[in-house]
């Protein structure tokens, strides 16, 4: 019953639709570019021909950099986090709901084969209450 529906929950969870505009999380170009901005910062800074602001600047391009990546990271990774939860939740519920449905087959079930044992032993009962022979009687064999 949840089969089908499972799927496609998790399809719409991990499909791009529900990231947004996710971009592709690359470390190493990451590394190279922080890499490039310190290296440019460390050569201003050695260059004595260079004044603070313009050090000021490169630093202040470093982290505003650095935070960009960084916190379009965190979002990402906070929102995989959420629907990953959600999707763990409605696995959750989905069990419970086949459990209970299960439990109601059982119940159902064992309903019906005491039913039918009662209308069987009721037949036979009134049939020997009765005189009226049954075929395939325990009592009627010969002995």
């Given at each position: 019953m949840f089969g089908n529906t499972l799927v496609e929950h998790w399809k719409e969870i991990i499909g791009?639709?529900?990231?947004?505009?996710?971009?592709?999380?690359?470390?190493?170009?990451?590394q190279t570019k922080h890499e490039t901005l310190i290296s440019?910062?460390?050569k201003l800074s050695r260059n004595s021909n260079k004044s603070e602001e313009q050090i000021k600047s490169a630093l202040k391009?470093?982290?505003?950099?650095?935070e960009e990546t960084?916190?379009?990271?965190?979002?990402?990774?906070?929102?995989?986090?959420?629907r990953a939860n959600e999707l763990s939740d409605f696995e959750k519920r989905a069990l419970k709901l086949d459990f209970k449905e299960r439990l109601r087959f059982l119940v159902f079930r064992i309903l019906t084969a005491i039913g039918i044992a009662?209308?069987?032993?009721?037949t036979a009962y009134l049939a020997d209450l009765w005189g009226i022979p049954l075929p395939f009687r325990m009592a009627n064999l010969p002995t």
């Amino acid at each position: 019953m949840f089969g089908n529906t499972l799927v496609e929950h998790w399809k719409e969870i991990i499909g791009q639709k529900s990231f947004g505009k996710m971009k592709e999380f690359n470390s190493n170009a990451l590394q190279t570019k922080h890499e490039t901005l310190i290296s440019e910062v460390i050569k201003l800074s050695r260059n004595s021909n260079k004044s603070e602001e313009q050090i000021k600047s490169a630093l202040k391009k470093y982290f505003e950099s650095y935070e960009e990546t960084t916190e379009s990271f965190f979002n990402h990774h906070q929102n995989a986090i959420k629907r990953a939860n959600e999707l763990s939740d409605f696995e959750k519920r989905a069990l419970k709901l086949d459990f209970k449905e299960r439990l109601r087959f059982l119940v159902f079930r064992i309903l019906t084969a005491i039913g039918i044992a009662a209308v069987v032993l009721l037949t036979a009962y009134l049939a020997d209450l009765w005189g009226i022979p049954l075929p395939f009687r325990m009592a009627n064999l010969p002995t």
